[in-house]
């Protein structure tokens, strides 16, 4: 097994990329014909920004799941698909092949049509890291249901949202979930989620840690079960669902800057396409290798290389239940030595905290099989950038620092690994077929390098980050709002996909992205909105507003500052705080909660309303005067009131 469409040096990916962006449908039906497919396609690409509507592989026909599987379980059924490590180093591992990850997920396959699934519906998806949610999944897809996979660390409430906003009717979960030597009881969330939601008429319950649970007769059923009833059906081989290219894969929820999360749709036959093509060329992925991405299959990272960028390609892709922390903080190094892991796939705040535990952890490891390291989430900074370099891959490791969204659906920049530079704290260049351009706050293009094209102007030019031509992995809509698609991504800048991204380019053509623009945090890798979090702080009754911001976090990348106006009667603040954060837990979940919270008496707002964020922003990031031309603020004297009782 090999990669025709592996590039294999940097001349390969100057050329490559050139041809892409003069035939970037002859490129890409380049790749495409490496796929398995029902049906070939009529038109390779159509599109317009304005709708937006884009159509890649317009006519074929497919199931991602004869590529993600059949076609491996032919050519070699006993690789190893999935490793599964346990949150519990003693419990032993288990190892699914290609020929194994097939039947399950044909026999769940069969599960789910028996609970009456079909083609189009919305299944959401609340598990643990364990190959079952892989096989759930999958199982899925090969039905032709669209799976919302919901991260564990989400509430009730902001589940019930997202179910009710997919219009979901089945559930698969679990009892509950291991992290590190905590319990999380899945299935209780999911009750109080469906509380509000009354779509929901099947439950199916995964036993994991076999916790207490309430089973509702008529709606909840065990996966076990289900499965028995399957195991006496005989051959339990389901033929793969025919989809259209564009036909909805799945959705994913995300943050913008409104107070919704908005679920993001991806479709078959581009996604693909798009995932594999990014994860063979960025990691080079080389038959045999041992492929370790650390994110949860809740987050995008997931969806695209846990499961079906490395499947796509036949690869051999490492589970891990649990926490980097647990027992102790040398876990990933111990999966890595125990597994001989060759890529290894994190995030930087992963990669600073255990920087933070020191390097006695990493030292009796045997790291040596380690060929490839990569970074993404958020900009990885130098530090935690040369930490991840000496001490994991002994300088021997190319590390790829990969920039993309949910929104994307795969990497869009990002060195290739050991095949083009690497510059620390920098993406560096597009992938091919990846047209990024810089633009003003007017839109207007900011001309100068353009990558690989090789006319070079001296400084460093910085503007917002836009991409000015399709790409197979694109966003198509958001879940049940086309409006809000446009809006949020198409409207800003004309004939562009916007990412709401700041970044500056090097006179090489070297993109470094510096963050949002927007108003979304992104805390320890996660997308948070600001408006969502003051929406759940609001919701507190004795809070009349509040403003969020982001300030920098040694760990985290960006903490939660939060600003808020109390007119309760309790003098225990920090009673009040913890109370907030338990609103804020309770409605968006955990990873929501505030890092810090200040009182204030009132926010600094211009005469029509609007809070300058500008200023709070510079508050909690330490900047106490400077604030520029506040004169036009409503109440100036509010500033400094709150930049002297800073917390
Ligand atoms: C940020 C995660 C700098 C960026 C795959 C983007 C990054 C947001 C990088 C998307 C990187 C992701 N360097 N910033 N290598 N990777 N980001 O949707 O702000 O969870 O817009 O997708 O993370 O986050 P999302």
Known sequence: MSYPYQILSEEQYKEVYQFSIEKPEEFWASVAKHFTWKKKWEKVLEWNFKDPDVKWFKGAKLNITENCLDRWALTQPNTPAIIWESNDPEEHHRVLTYQELLFKVSQFANVLKNNGVKKGDRVCIYMPMVPELAIAVLACARVGAVHSVIFGGFSAQSIADRMRDARCEVVITADGAFRGNKE????????????????????????????????????????????????????PFFPAEEMDAEDMLFILYTSGSTGKPKGVVHTCAGYMVFANYSFV????????DVYFCTADIGWITGHSYIVYGPLSAGATTLMFEGIPTWPDAGRFWDIVDKFRVNILYTAPTAIRSLMGFGDSYVADKDLSSLKVLGSVGEPINEEAWHWFHKNIGKEKCPIVDTWWQTETGGIMISNLAGITPAKPAHATLPLPGIQPVLVDENGNRIEGSDAASGILPADIISGNLCIQFPWPGIIRTTYGDHERCRQTYFSAYEDKYFTGDGCFRDTDGNY????????????SGHRIGTAEVENAINMHTDVVESAVVGYPHDIKGQGIYGFVVYS??????????????????????PIAKLDKIQFVSGLPKTRSGKIMRRILRKIAEGELENFGDISTLLDPDVVKQIAEARV
């Open 184 to 235: 999380v009881p899945l299935k209780n969330v999911i009750d109080d989620a469906l509380l509000q939601s009354p779509d929901v008429r099947r439950v199916i319950v995964l036993t994991r840690n076999r916790t207490p649970v309430s089973m509702i007769k008529g709606r909840d059923v065990w996966w076990e079960d289900e499965i028995r009833k399957v195991e006496t059906m005989g051959n």
């Open 281 to 288: 060329n960025v990691f080079q992925y080389k038959p045999g």
């Open 512 to 523: 470094r992205i510096t963050g949002r623009v927007d108003d979304v945090l992104n805390v």
């Open 568 to 589: 309760g009667s309790n003098s225990d603040l920090n009673l009040v705080r913890q109370d907030i954060n338990q609103t804020v837990s309770r409605l968006i979940g």
